[in-house]
Protein backbone atom coordinates (compact mmCIF):
# COMPACT_ATOMS: atom_id res chain seq x y z
CA UNK A 1 0.00 0.00 0.00
CA UNK A 2 1.23 3.33 -1.03
CA UNK A 3 0.97 5.63 1.76
CA UNK A 4 2.46 8.91 1.54
CA UNK A 5 2.51 10.03 5.59
CA UNK A 6 4.74 6.94 6.06
CA UNK A 7 7.16 7.54 3.51
CA UNK A 8 7.77 11.32 4.39
CA UNK A 9 8.30 9.65 7.55
CA UNK A 10 11.36 8.87 5.84
CA UNK A 11 12.79 12.34 4.99
CA UNK A 12 13.34 14.55 7.63
CA UNK A 13 14.40 17.16 6.00
CA UNK A 14 10.60 17.72 4.61
CA UNK A 15 9.49 18.97 8.65
CA UNK A 16 12.15 21.77 8.01
CA UNK A 17 10.84 25.33 8.14
CA UNK A 18 11.86 28.01 5.20
CA UNK A 19 11.60 31.46 5.68
CA UNK A 20 8.92 30.61 8.82
CA UNK A 21 7.17 28.65 6.64
CA UNK A 22 6.88 24.64 6.02
CA UNK A 23 9.42 23.44 2.88
CA UNK A 24 7.46 22.23 -0.16
CA UNK A 25 10.09 20.63 -2.01
CA UNK A 26 9.43 21.01 -5.50
CA UNK A 27 12.86 21.00 -7.21
CA UNK A 28 12.89 17.23 -7.74
CA UNK A 29 14.26 16.83 -11.28
CA UNK A 30 17.37 19.17 -9.82
CA UNK A 31 17.93 16.87 -6.96
CA UNK A 32 15.63 14.39 -4.83
CA UNK A 33 16.12 14.10 -1.40
CA UNK A 34 17.73 11.42 0.87
CA UNK A 35 15.63 9.34 3.39
CA UNK A 36 17.35 7.54 6.29
CA UNK A 37 17.39 4.51 5.07
CA UNK A 38 20.16 5.89 2.69
CA UNK A 39 21.58 8.58 5.38
CA UNK A 40 22.01 5.97 7.40
CA UNK A 41 24.00 3.86 5.05
CA UNK A 42 26.68 6.89 4.89
CA UNK A 43 27.26 7.37 8.49
CA UNK A 44 27.20 3.34 9.30
CA UNK A 45 29.99 3.20 6.25
CA UNK A 46 32.25 6.43 7.94
CA UNK A 47 31.70 4.29 11.63
CA UNK A 48 32.73 0.98 10.61
CA UNK A 49 33.54 0.10 6.98
CA UNK A 50 36.19 3.40 5.68
CA UNK A 51 38.74 1.90 3.79
CA UNK A 52 40.09 2.09 0.63
CA UNK A 53 38.92 -0.45 -1.71
CA UNK A 54 40.17 -3.51 -4.34
CA UNK A 55 44.05 -3.79 -2.73
CA UNK A 56 44.17 -3.86 0.80
CA UNK A 57 44.72 -7.23 2.49
CA UNK A 58 43.20 -5.88 5.94
CA UNK A 59 39.44 -7.01 6.57
CA UNK A 60 38.25 -3.14 6.74
CA UNK A 61 39.75 -2.71 3.02
CA UNK A 62 37.81 -6.61 2.14
CA UNK A 63 34.84 -5.37 3.90
CA UNK A 64 34.31 -2.32 2.19
CA UNK A 65 35.25 -3.66 -1.69
CA UNK A 66 32.51 -6.53 -0.60
CA UNK A 67 29.94 -3.66 -0.42
CA UNK A 68 31.34 -1.81 -3.12
CA UNK A 69 30.77 -4.46 -5.14
CA UNK A 70 27.67 -5.44 -4.03
CA UNK A 71 26.30 -2.21 -4.88
CA UNK A 72 27.43 -2.90 -7.93
CA UNK A 73 25.20 -5.66 -8.30
CA UNK A 74 21.95 -4.31 -7.23
CA UNK A 75 22.54 -1.45 -9.99
CA UNK A 76 23.09 -4.25 -12.39
CA UNK A 77 19.67 -6.18 -11.19
CA UNK A 78 17.99 -3.08 -10.90
CA UNK A 79 18.30 -2.11 -14.64
CA UNK A 80 18.32 -5.63 -15.53
CA UNK A 81 21.97 -5.30 -16.76
CA UNK A 82 23.67 -8.49 -18.19
CA UNK A 83 27.00 -8.18 -16.65
CA UNK A 84 28.31 -6.73 -13.79
CA UNK A 85 31.57 -5.60 -15.34
CA UNK A 86 29.27 -3.51 -17.82
CA UNK A 87 28.45 -1.68 -14.80
CA UNK A 88 30.84 1.19 -14.91
CA UNK A 89 30.37 3.33 -11.57
CA UNK A 90 31.02 7.46 -12.16
CA UNK A 91 30.63 10.70 -10.67
CA UNK A 92 27.19 10.92 -12.94
CA UNK A 93 25.61 11.43 -15.78
CA UNK A 94 27.76 14.16 -17.16
CA UNK A 95 30.92 12.02 -16.42
CA UNK A 96 29.43 8.78 -18.06
CA UNK A 97 28.63 10.99 -21.11
CA UNK A 98 31.98 12.50 -21.16
CA UNK A 99 34.05 9.53 -21.21
CA UNK A 100 31.67 7.40 -23.75
CA UNK A 101 32.57 10.74 -26.08
CA UNK A 102 36.00 10.59 -25.25
CA UNK A 103 36.08 7.16 -26.36
CA UNK A 104 35.11 7.73 -29.60
CA UNK A 105 37.50 9.93 -30.39
CA UNK A 106 39.43 7.28 -32.44
CA UNK A 107 36.61 5.63 -34.12
CA UNK A 108 35.16 8.54 -35.84
CA UNK A 109 35.78 9.66 -39.30
CA UNK A 110 35.73 13.55 -40.54
CA UNK A 111 32.04 13.57 -42.40
CA UNK A 112 30.77 10.78 -40.19
CA UNK A 113 26.98 12.08 -38.42
CA UNK A 114 25.85 12.07 -34.79
CA UNK A 115 22.71 12.81 -34.11
CA UNK A 116 21.13 14.52 -31.23
CA UNK A 117 17.44 15.01 -29.62
CA UNK A 118 16.49 19.17 -29.31
CA UNK A 119 15.60 18.58 -25.58
CA UNK A 120 18.81 17.96 -24.27
CA UNK A 121 20.28 18.47 -21.17
CA UNK A 122 23.92 20.56 -22.30
CA UNK A 123 25.46 17.94 -20.53
CA UNK A 124 24.04 15.44 -23.45
CA UNK A 125 25.49 18.00 -25.78
CA UNK A 126 28.32 20.06 -25.04
CA UNK A 127 30.61 16.60 -24.87
CA UNK A 128 29.67 15.87 -28.46
CA UNK A 129 30.47 19.21 -29.75
CA UNK A 130 33.56 18.62 -28.60
CA UNK A 131 33.74 15.18 -29.85
CA UNK A 132 33.15 16.99 -33.07
CA UNK A 133 35.68 19.62 -32.55
CA UNK A 134 38.43 17.15 -32.13
CA UNK A 135 37.02 14.73 -35.00
CA UNK A 136 35.17 16.48 -37.71
CA UNK A 137 31.99 14.80 -37.39
CA UNK A 138 28.71 16.64 -38.23
CA UNK A 139 25.81 17.04 -35.14
CA UNK A 140 22.59 17.39 -36.22
CA UNK A 141 19.54 17.79 -35.02
CA UNK A 142 16.49 16.12 -34.41
CA UNK A 143 13.52 18.53 -34.36
CA UNK A 144 10.77 19.04 -31.43
CA UNK A 145 7.07 20.52 -31.69
CA UNK A 146 5.45 22.94 -29.50
CA UNK A 147 4.03 20.19 -27.20
CA UNK A 148 7.47 19.04 -26.29
CA UNK A 149 7.60 15.93 -28.50
CA UNK A 150 10.45 14.66 -30.77
CA UNK A 151 9.10 14.80 -34.61
CA UNK A 152 9.83 11.43 -35.40
CA UNK A 153 9.03 12.04 -39.32
CA UNK A 154 12.29 14.02 -39.51
CA UNK A 155 14.15 12.14 -37.50
CA UNK A 156 13.58 9.12 -39.53
CA UNK A 157 15.08 11.53 -42.36
CA UNK A 158 18.16 12.29 -41.11
CA UNK A 159 19.31 9.44 -40.01
CA UNK A 160 21.46 7.18 -42.40
CA UNK A 161 24.40 5.09 -43.45
CA UNK A 162 27.03 8.34 -42.57
CA UNK A 163 25.24 8.32 -39.07
CA UNK A 164 27.60 6.44 -36.24
CA UNK A 165 26.32 7.82 -32.76
CA UNK A 166 22.51 9.13 -31.75
CA UNK A 167 22.07 9.98 -28.05
CA UNK A 168 18.76 11.24 -26.45
CA UNK A 169 17.42 11.90 -23.19
CA UNK A 170 14.93 8.84 -21.62
CA UNK A 171 12.36 12.02 -20.22
CA UNK A 172 13.67 15.77 -20.92
CA UNK A 173 14.26 17.61 -17.68
CA UNK A 174 13.47 20.61 -18.55
CA UNK A 175 9.64 19.32 -20.05
CA UNK A 176 9.10 15.97 -18.77
CA UNK A 177 8.57 14.70 -22.08
CA UNK A 178 8.95 11.07 -22.21
CA UNK A 179 10.91 10.03 -25.33
CA UNK A 180 10.21 7.06 -27.63
CA UNK A 181 13.57 5.42 -27.37
CA UNK A 182 12.59 1.98 -28.30
CA UNK A 183 12.15 3.38 -31.66
CA UNK A 184 14.80 5.54 -31.49
CA UNK A 185 17.46 2.70 -30.72
CA UNK A 186 15.50 -0.12 -33.15
CA UNK A 187 16.38 2.85 -36.34
CA UNK A 188 19.25 3.27 -35.26
CA UNK A 189 20.46 -0.45 -34.95
CA UNK A 190 18.83 -0.74 -38.64
CA UNK A 191 21.66 1.75 -39.74
CA UNK A 192 24.60 0.56 -37.77
CA UNK A 193 24.70 3.57 -35.24
CA UNK A 194 25.04 2.96 -31.27
CA UNK A 195 22.97 4.84 -29.46
CA UNK A 196 23.40 6.47 -25.77
CA UNK A 197 20.37 7.24 -23.59
CA UNK A 198 20.66 9.67 -20.75
CA UNK A 199 18.82 8.15 -18.50
CA UNK A 200 19.12 10.52 -14.86
CA UNK A 201 15.67 12.20 -15.15
CA UNK A 202 13.87 9.18 -16.08
CA UNK A 203 15.46 6.79 -13.42
CA UNK A 204 13.19 8.35 -10.39
CA UNK A 205 10.45 7.48 -12.47
CA UNK A 206 10.66 4.74 -14.98
CA UNK A 207 12.57 1.11 -14.54
CA UNK A 208 14.59 0.91 -17.24
CA UNK A 209 15.44 -2.61 -18.70
CA UNK A 210 18.72 -1.88 -20.97
CA UNK A 211 18.39 -5.50 -22.54
CA UNK A 212 14.71 -5.10 -23.29
CA UNK A 213 15.81 -1.65 -24.91
CA UNK A 214 19.00 -2.99 -26.39
CA UNK A 215 20.25 -0.05 -25.96
CA UNK A 216 24.09 0.55 -26.16
CA UNK A 217 25.06 3.04 -23.47
CA UNK A 218 22.54 4.27 -20.94
CA UNK A 219 23.38 6.97 -18.09
CA UNK A 220 22.01 7.72 -14.58
CA UNK A 221 23.16 10.21 -11.29
CA UNK A 222 22.22 8.83 -7.95
CA UNK A 223 21.15 11.91 -6.47
CA UNK A 224 17.95 12.08 -9.19
CA UNK A 225 16.79 8.76 -7.51
CA UNK A 226 17.12 9.38 -3.21
CA UNK A 227 20.92 8.14 -3.35
CA UNK A 228 24.06 11.43 -2.45
CA UNK A 229 25.43 13.46 -5.23
CA UNK A 230 28.71 12.74 -7.04
CA UNK A 231 28.78 9.21 -8.22
CA UNK A 232 26.65 7.13 -10.89
CA UNK A 233 26.26 4.68 -13.56
CA UNK A 234 27.38 4.38 -17.04
CA UNK A 235 26.27 0.96 -18.43
CA UNK A 236 27.58 0.18 -21.65
CA UNK A 237 27.67 -3.30 -23.89
CA UNK A 238 30.44 -5.15 -22.80
CA UNK A 239 31.73 -5.18 -26.97
CA UNK A 240 31.42 -1.36 -27.03
CA UNK A 241 33.84 -0.99 -23.42
CA UNK A 242 36.22 -3.12 -24.87
CA UNK A 243 36.37 -1.00 -28.29
CA UNK A 244 36.66 1.74 -26.47
CA UNK A 245 40.07 3.32 -24.45
CA UNK A 246 39.70 4.27 -21.23
CA UNK A 247 39.25 7.94 -20.30
CA UNK A 248 41.41 8.50 -17.14
CA UNK A 249 44.83 6.70 -16.10
CA UNK A 250 46.41 6.49 -13.07
CA UNK A 251 45.56 4.09 -9.94
CA UNK A 252 43.23 0.76 -10.46
CA UNK A 253 42.76 0.97 -14.11
CA UNK A 254 45.66 -0.88 -15.22
CA UNK A 255 47.56 -4.45 -15.06
CA UNK A 256 51.08 -3.30 -15.29
CA UNK A 257 52.75 -0.30 -15.14
CA UNK A 258 55.99 -0.10 -16.29
CA UNK A 259 57.96 2.88 -17.66
CA UNK A 260 57.84 1.60 -21.18
CA UNK A 261 54.30 0.42 -21.89
CA UNK A 262 51.68 0.01 -19.47
CA UNK A 263 48.24 -2.37 -19.86
CA UNK A 264 44.63 -1.65 -19.07
CA UNK A 265 42.77 -3.60 -16.54
CA UNK A 266 39.88 -5.76 -17.23
CA UNK A 267 36.60 -3.98 -17.32
CA UNK A 268 34.93 -2.20 -15.59
CA UNK A 269 38.44 -1.15 -13.69
CA UNK A 270 39.47 0.21 -17.22
CA UNK A 271 37.38 3.03 -16.42
CA UNK A 272 37.34 3.37 -12.95
CA UNK A 273 40.98 5.51 -12.37
CA UNK A 274 41.73 6.38 -8.68
CA UNK A 275 39.50 6.06 -5.57
CA UNK A 276 36.17 6.23 -6.14
CA UNK A 277 33.10 7.62 -4.15
CA UNK A 278 33.11 4.56 -2.20
CA UNK A 279 30.77 5.63 0.53
CA UNK A 280 28.64 7.18 -2.33
CA UNK A 281 28.46 3.87 -4.41
CA UNK A 282 27.16 1.93 -1.64
CA UNK A 283 24.48 4.63 -0.95
CA UNK A 284 23.72 4.94 -4.46
CA UNK A 285 22.82 1.19 -3.99
CA UNK A 286 21.02 1.31 -0.67
CA UNK A 287 19.06 4.25 -2.61
CA UNK A 288 17.88 1.75 -5.43
CA UNK A 289 16.88 -0.69 -2.57
CA UNK A 290 14.72 2.05 -1.30
CA UNK A 291 13.15 3.23 -4.64
CA UNK A 292 12.52 -0.34 -5.28
CA UNK A 293 10.81 -1.41 -1.77
CA UNK A 294 8.32 1.80 -2.90
CA UNK A 295 7.85 0.37 -5.97
CA UNK A 296 8.18 1.75 -9.67
CA UNK A 297 4.47 0.91 -10.41
CA UNK A 298 3.35 2.92 -7.37
CA UNK A 299 5.72 5.78 -7.89
CA UNK A 300 4.85 5.73 -11.48
CA UNK A 301 0.71 5.98 -10.48
CA UNK A 302 0.84 8.60 -7.41
CA UNK A 303 3.25 11.02 -9.56
CA UNK A 304 0.79 10.69 -12.51
CA UNK A 305 -2.06 11.87 -9.95
CA UNK A 306 0.17 14.35 -8.72
CA UNK A 307 0.74 15.30 -12.41
CA UNK A 308 -2.79 15.60 -13.36
CA UNK A 309 -3.92 17.06 -10.16
CA UNK A 310 -0.98 20.55 -10.37
CA UNK A 311 -1.43 20.96 -14.37
CA UNK A 312 -5.52 21.31 -13.97
CA UNK A 313 -4.63 23.38 -10.79
CA UNK A 314 -2.40 25.56 -12.15
CA UNK A 315 -4.02 25.95 -15.68
CA UNK A 316 -6.98 27.83 -13.54
CA UNK A 317 -4.55 30.82 -13.15
CA UNK A 318 -5.16 32.95 -16.06
CA UNK A 319 -1.94 33.90 -17.94
CA UNK A 320 -0.18 30.86 -17.20
CA UNK A 321 0.70 28.64 -19.76
CA UNK A 322 2.97 25.02 -19.50
CA UNK A 323 5.70 24.53 -21.89
CA UNK A 324 5.76 21.03 -22.39
CA UNK A 325 2.17 18.84 -22.90
CA UNK A 326 3.54 15.82 -24.25
CA UNK A 327 0.87 12.98 -24.34
CA UNK A 328 3.42 11.06 -22.40
CA UNK A 329 5.20 12.83 -19.73
CA UNK A 330 6.65 12.57 -16.03
CA UNK A 331 6.08 14.84 -13.10
CA UNK A 332 7.27 17.75 -14.03
CA UNK A 333 5.51 21.15 -14.92
CA UNK A 334 7.98 24.02 -16.70
CA UNK A 335 5.63 27.06 -16.59
CA UNK A 336 5.35 31.32 -16.56
CA UNK A 337 2.82 33.71 -16.12
CA UNK A 338 2.50 36.21 -18.78
CA UNK A 339 4.09 39.54 -18.62
CA UNK A 340 6.33 38.42 -15.15
CA UNK A 341 9.72 36.63 -15.43
CA UNK A 342 10.36 33.18 -14.29
CA UNK A 343 13.15 34.33 -11.61
CA UNK A 344 10.29 37.01 -10.22
CA UNK A 345 8.37 34.13 -9.17
CA UNK A 346 10.64 31.57 -7.82
CA UNK A 347 11.95 34.42 -5.63
CA UNK A 348 8.72 34.84 -3.66
CA UNK A 349 8.05 31.33 -3.96
CA UNK A 350 11.14 30.83 -2.04
CA UNK A 351 9.57 33.44 0.52
CA UNK A 352 6.72 31.51 0.78
CA UNK A 353 8.65 28.16 1.73
CA UNK A 354 8.16 26.45 -1.99
CA UNK A 355 11.40 25.62 -3.53
CA UNK A 356 11.33 25.33 -7.39
CA UNK A 357 13.79 25.83 -10.24
CA UNK A 358 14.00 28.49 -12.42
CA UNK A 359 16.15 29.81 -15.43
CA UNK A 360 16.81 27.31 -18.40
CA UNK A 361 17.46 24.09 -16.53
CA UNK A 362 20.15 23.92 -18.41
CA UNK A 363 18.68 23.28 -21.71
CA UNK A 364 18.89 26.49 -23.27
CA UNK A 365 17.78 25.31 -27.08
CA UNK A 366 14.57 24.77 -25.76
CA UNK A 367 14.43 28.08 -24.20
CA UNK A 368 15.71 29.19 -27.83
CA UNK A 369 12.78 27.17 -29.03
CA UNK A 370 9.93 28.60 -26.75
CA UNK A 371 11.69 32.22 -27.48
CA UNK A 372 11.63 32.80 -23.55
CA UNK A 373 14.37 32.86 -21.28
CA UNK A 374 13.54 30.65 -18.78
CA UNK A 375 10.76 28.73 -17.38
CA UNK A 376 9.89 27.92 -13.25
CA UNK A 377 9.68 24.37 -13.25
CA UNK A 378 7.80 22.68 -10.12
CA UNK A 379 8.94 18.92 -10.57
CA UNK A 380 6.72 16.34 -8.41
CA UNK A 381 8.15 13.42 -6.35
CA UNK A 382 6.29 10.24 -4.66
CA UNK A 383 6.91 11.74 -1.52
CA UNK A 384 4.85 15.59 -2.19
CA UNK A 385 1.16 15.71 -1.80
CA UNK A 386 -2.07 17.41 -3.06
CA UNK A 387 -1.49 19.79 -0.42
CA UNK A 388 1.58 21.10 -1.03
CA UNK A 389 0.18 21.67 -5.22
CA UNK A 390 -2.13 23.74 -3.39
CA UNK A 391 0.69 25.62 -1.73
CA UNK A 392 1.97 26.23 -4.84
CA UNK A 393 -1.03 27.02 -6.49
CA UNK A 394 -1.58 30.20 -4.56
CA UNK A 395 1.92 31.06 -4.23
CA UNK A 396 1.74 31.49 -7.91
CA UNK A 397 -1.33 33.45 -7.30
CA UNK A 398 0.04 35.54 -5.01
CA UNK A 399 3.22 36.25 -6.99
CA UNK A 400 1.30 37.03 -10.10
CA UNK A 401 -0.70 39.81 -8.13
CA UNK A 402 2.50 41.11 -6.15
CA UNK A 403 3.93 42.01 -9.28
CA UNK A 404 1.61 42.62 -12.23
C1 LIG B 1 20.41 16.00 -14.01
C2 LIG B 1 20.55 15.66 -15.43
C3 LIG B 1 21.81 15.57 -16.03
C4 LIG B 1 23.11 15.89 -15.32
O1 LIG B 1 23.34 15.09 -14.23
P1 LIG B 1 24.62 15.36 -13.30
O2 LIG B 1 24.31 14.58 -12.08
O3 LIG B 1 24.66 16.85 -13.08
O4 LIG B 1 25.81 14.87 -14.04
C5 LIG B 1 21.87 15.19 -17.35
N1 LIG B 1 20.75 14.95 -18.06
C6 LIG B 1 19.53 15.04 -17.52
C7 LIG B 1 18.34 14.71 -18.36
C8 LIG B 1 19.39 15.41 -16.18
O5 LIG B 1 18.17 15.49 -15.66
Not at 50 to 71: C, F, K, P, W
Not at 145 to 151: A, D, I
Not at 222 to 230: F, R, Y
Not at 279 to 296: E, K
Amino acid sequence: MFDVTKIRADFPILNRQVNGKPLVYLDNAATSQTPTQVTDVIVDYYQRLNANIHRGVHTLSQEATDAYEEARIKIQKHFNIAKSHEVILTSGTTHSINLVANGFTALLEKGDELLVSAMEHHSNIVPWQMLCERTGAILKVIPMNQNGELVMEEFHLLISAKTKLVFCNHVSNALGTINPIEEIIAKAHSVGAAVLVDGAQAAPHIKADVQALNVDFYTISAHKVCGPTGVGMLYGKEEWLKKLPPYQGGGEMIAEVTFDKTTYADLPHKFEAGTPNICGGIAFGAALDYMNSIGFENIASYEHELLEYATSELLKIEGLKIYGTAEHKTSVISFNIEHIHPYDIGTILDKLGIAVRTGHHCAQPIMDFYKIPGTVRASFSFYNTKEEIDVLVQGAERAKSMLL
